[in-house]
């Protein structure tokens, strides 16, 4: 049977169930959202009261940070009403999720409910975390336990990848097929089956390593700052490492998940972790106190303020209980490997140490390991399925598994066990059998396959073409063969029939790699991928290899940030050294730059992601096309230096934004758009995701969204075959300037700031001098002019602003301290 997505229902409107219906709401899928009636209603009470907590969960939803939805537009998409006068309106739903509270009565209870309302073809899955799957369809008929299972998401639902699905005996592999598609492509996870055990794999792990983690700090005088600076970002995770972590979902929580656990696990021999008698009683301790961490103000950390009045976070000393100012934990063995660059390496030099850190990650990386392995096939069929939930759900860099594989496998074996961690037959059989690692790699480092032990053996692994790695195409071996009988002197047939790698050009600050198919691709590696003069170079040298040897171009990474914008240090520095002139060589060149991007003779793809902010939010502009993820982060934001856009930026606004406007009547009324282009740059707007830039103009109705931040790059590639089959290249137009009449009115809109307190005298300078831009110089009358002509109000204009006093201050605060400076 086909099944599709048109309609959704989320039965529980708390946080994860009003996440939930958000992120269907943003993929297009209209979505019903129903709790519990209102308090001390009655049915045929006014739909405001009886359904109250839907409203109310509904509310939380519209007024989340960070935000829940993609756009204020989509809430639009959400309908509310209550579990006991509205199941009439899930009787056409495709797919429902229960999201209620953990208790199997009430879970049951709305299973039969749902039973007879809704149609033999919806789907019904269940979010707990903690029950089993089948106990909650038991006693249900075969025609709904063949459409139920498990969908397990993690809070916050727009923003963690994993998705962890669960079926049960009965459920139809067709069902299950579907939702894990779903999943991947459409919702933008990273999707992984678990088999119906306790917590599944995310928290099982979670709470097991992390229990692992506090008994061993306690049993050996660790601090929780030191701790925190071993098991953070060292070792491949996020920086809440482990204390963070608890206070950020809440110790409350994590300690009710391990108690909870305990029971459920008792064929577990390592359960005992979870019972440690100094770990109980400080969580006693800590819930007793109510510090819950960040959502109590104080868990292991507490925000202070310092002896000089800034904000700092004061640690918990596990042995006084009380709050100690913040130290820097130094170790010898991490002095000595924490620049290591592969976190495998890393993790293997750290782990041989002889000093206090060392130890404390190798018994916890003993630990971790061992239970990985006795945890498959029990809890999922797989090693890939564990590693992923890892990487995906926590942000890990690498699994139990390539951790393993990355320090040694059977030069730890024994070394594990006679610490006590036991490690599974299947391993030692692995090893014994020619098997020396849990995944086989390919010469470019992808894996191509893992171990299975039910096979005995190794198991491809399925290929996505979606999935396009950087490092993949840089290492990947591109062969030129030449006929031997072709008539070219030995000596160049020679250093033509040789292997290359995917890297046709680079330099400091960014590449040229061959995507294959006829595809470029430019990416950056500059220091926070910022746009300096290597990034201007390589750009040239990709277009004119566009020109060249390639159909198309993306632009594109797999850094964390698409692009930061220009590099604010070269900039400050000529501005400081009087090197104005050079400086406007810079500017010019950056401007042609973004304009030849524009107007190639091949289609330029960009491919967005995370951060695009000054600058980098230009680049986007620049192409023909944009193929996003979802969670695009962009904006003009350089008044927060003190300047204005000098890239395009302003240019590209206008073209976006006003010139559809004027284009469609003559007689149209600018002043509302050009407003919206001058507060977006004055205000230092910032999009809060792809949709929102669409919103803003930044991208353009034509453009793409992409929801699964691994299929970007892929997508991109697949735009750009698309667009270079007859492409017709654009050509340079007019911009209107709106002129003298609209520069007066938004002169006066500058003015009511200052005079409300919301913008200083220096603000209020760049205001103006961005409204002179934005009208064409104030022209005396509105029409429409050259892009150049923006384009040389931007540079006049930028210069002028690097040289005064206040913008040389703001610059050097950004630099200084990240952040900007209001003067």
């Known amino acids: 049977m086909a099944y599709h997505i048109r309609k959704a229902a989320v039965i529980g409107s708390g946080t994860m169930g009003g996440g939930i219906a958000a992120l269907l709401s943003s993929v297009g899928v209209e979505t019903v959202l129903l709790d519990i009636p209102g308090k001390d209603t009655q049915p045929g009470d006014p739909a405001s009261k009886r359904n109250a907590v839907a409203l109310e969960g509904l509310k939380r939803v519209q007024s989340s940070r960070p935000a829940q939805l993609y756009s204020a537009a989509d809430l639009d998409l959400i309908s509310v009403g209550n579990i006991d006068d509205s199941l009439d309106m899930v009787a056409d739903a495709d797919w429902i999720i229960e999201v209620v509270v953990e208790r199997l009565d009430i879970k049951r209870s709305l299973m039969a409910k749902l039973a007879e309302v809704i149609s033999p073809t919806t789907i019904v899955s269940t979010n707990t975390s903690g029950l089993p799957i089948a106990s909650i369809a038991d006693g249900m008929d075969d025609s709904f336990t063949r ?65 692992q983690m506090v008994n061993y700090t306690l049993d050996n005088d660790f601090t929780v700052e030191e701790v925190d600076s071993l098991t953070g970002p060292l070792i491949g995770r996020p920086r809440t490492a482990t204390f963070r972590l608890n206070d950020l979902v809440g110790i409350d929580v994590a300690v009710g998940v391990a108690r909870n ?104 990386h003993a630990f971790y390991l061992a239970y990985a392995s006795n945890r498959v096939p029990e809890i999922t069929e797989t090693i890939v399925n564990v590693d992923n939930a890892q990487k995906w759900g926590f942000s890990h860099e690498m699994g139990p598994f390539e951790i393993w594989d990355a320090i040694g496998v059977e030069a730890t074996i024994a070394d594990f066990e006679d610490a006590g961690y036991p490690v599974a037959g299947w391993v030692k059989q692995m090893i014994a059998s020619g098997h020396p690692t849990f995944y086989q790699r390919d010469e470019t480092g992808k894996a191509t396959g893992y171990y299975s032990p ?142 030849a991007l524009r107007y190639a003779s091949k289609p330029v793809v960009i491919a967005p992601h995370n951060m695009a902010l000054g600058g980098g939010a230009e680049f986007v502009m620049a192409g023909a096309r944009v193929v996003a993820h979802a969670e695009l982060y962009a904006g003009l934001v350089e008044v927060g230096v003190g300047l204005i856009p000098g890239s395009g930026g302003c240019k590209e606004m206008l073209r976006r934004v006003l010139n559809p406007v004027m284009a469609s009547h003559p007689n149209a009324d600018a002043l509302p758009h050009l407003q919206k282009v001058f507060e977006q740059i004055a205000l230092a707007k910032i999009s809060e995701s792809a949709k929102m830039a669409r919103e803003m103009g930044i991208l353009a109705p034509c453009d793409r969204i992409v929801m699964n931040r691994a299929h970007l790059l892929g997508e991109a590639k697949r735009e750009a075959l698309h667009m270079a089959d007859g492409y017709i290249p654009q050509h340079s137009g007019k911009i209107y300037a709106a002129g003298r009449d609209a520069y007066a009115a938004l002169l006066i809109g500058i003015e009511a700031f200052i005079e409300g307190g919301y913008a200083s005298e220096h603000d209020a300078l760049i205001s103006r001098k961005l409204a002179y831009i934005l009208t064409g110089g104030a022209i005396s009358e509105p029409g429409w002019i050259d892009e150049q002509v923006i384009l040389d109000l931007e540079r006049e204009v930028f210069l002028e602003l690097v040289q005064t006093e206040k913008t040389l201050e703001r610059m050097a605060f950004m630099l200084q301290y990240n952040k900007p400076l209001r003067n």
């Open 147 to 211: 459409r139920f299972l498990g969908t397990h998401f993690f809070n916050p639902p727009r923003y963690l990848r994993l998705l962890e699905v669960i079926p049960h005996a009965n459920t139809d592999p067709e069902v299950l097929d579907f939702i894990m598609r779903y999943g991947a492509q459409v919702l933008g996870k990273g999707v992984v089956l678990c088999k119906d055990t306790p917590n599944f794999i995310g928290n099982r792990f979670m709470t097991m390593s992390g229990m």
């Open 261 to 364: 656990l305990y029971p459920a696990i008792a064929g577990d021999p390592a359960r005992a972790i979870l019972e440690h008698p100094g770990t109980t009683a400080l969580f006693d301790r800590l819930l007793a106190e109510n510090w819950l961490g960040n959502k109590t103000g104080g868990g292991f950390y507490r925000q202070m303020r310092g002896a000089g009045g800034e904000k700092e976070f004061w640690s918990l000393n596990l042995e006084t209980l009380e709050y100690m100012p913040p130290s820097k934990p130094r170790f010898e063995s991490v002095g000595k490997h924490r620049k290591v660059e592969d976190t495998g390496e890393r993790i293997r030099l750290l782990i041989n140490e002889d000093d206090r850190a060392a130890k404390l990650l190798w018994h916890h």
């Open 454 to 595: 039910q096979e005995g053996g190794y198991v491809a692994l399925a290929d996505d073409p979606r999935v396009i790695r950087v490092e993949e195409l840089r290492a990947r071996k591109v062969t030129v063969a030449v006929s031997d009988g072709a008539l070219v002197p030995e000596a160049v047939k020679e250093d033509l029939r040789r292997t290359s790698t995917g890297e046709v050009a680079r330099n400091a600050g960014a590449s040229v790699l061959d995507m294959g198919d006829g595809v470029a691709l430019l990416e950056f590696h500059s220091p926070a991928n910022a746009i300096d003069s290597d990034v201007v170079e390589m750009t040239w040298k990709a277009l004119e290899l566009l020109d060249t040897q390639f159909d198309a171009l993306v632009v594109g990474s797999d850094a964390e940030r698409f692009c930061v914008g220009a590099n604010l240090f070269m900039v400050a520095m000529a501005a400081q050294s009087g090197q104005l002139g050079e400086l406007e060589k810079t500017i010019k060149a950056s401007q042609d730059m973004m304009q």
